[in-house]
């Protein structure tokens, strides 16, 4: 069965910047699109990121608008957040997502569009 492997979660202060990763565990897809979401304690899980399967169309939340980047390495069959100027409020367990065979040409934001979800990676930022 496959998986999504998640990387690159941790502790950084406010300010600081992290990368987090996403990978199949196996090229079960010939295409996809990702996404990234997150779940703040006491709160429902949220979108983040979304990219299309080219990489050719990203989206974001407001909350991470211009801090946040999701990209996406075809080659290497691996999805990153990369995320800059870290708040406090950013912290959360962060859900790498991803809908397999799709060529769609828009990010879906939807939760249930992906069908394939990755076990969560913490991130804390500490004030």
């Known amino acids: 069965q496959v998986q999504l492997v998640e990387s690159g979660g941790g502790l950084v202060q406010a300010g600081g910047s992290l990368r987090i990763s996403c990978a199949p565990s196996a090229r079960t897809f010939n295409s996809y699109a990702a996404g990234w979401f997150r779940r703040t304690t006491g709160k429902e899980r949220e979108f983040v990121a979304g990219i299309t399967w080219s990489g050719s169309n990203t989206f974001y939340a407001d909350s991470v608008k211009g801090r946040f980047t999701i990209s996406r390495d075809n080659a290497k069959n691996t999805v990153y957040l990369q995320m800059n100027s870290l708040k406090p409020e950013d912290t959360a367990v962060y859900y790498c997502?991803?809908?397999?065979?799709?060529?769609?040409?828009?990010?879906?934001?939807?939760?249930?569009?992906?069908?394939?979800w990755g076990q969560g990676t913490q991130v804390t930022v500490s004030s």
């Open positions: 997502a991803v809908r397999g065979d799709y060529r769609g040409i828009y990010v879906d934001t939807r939760q249930t569009a992906y069908q394939l």
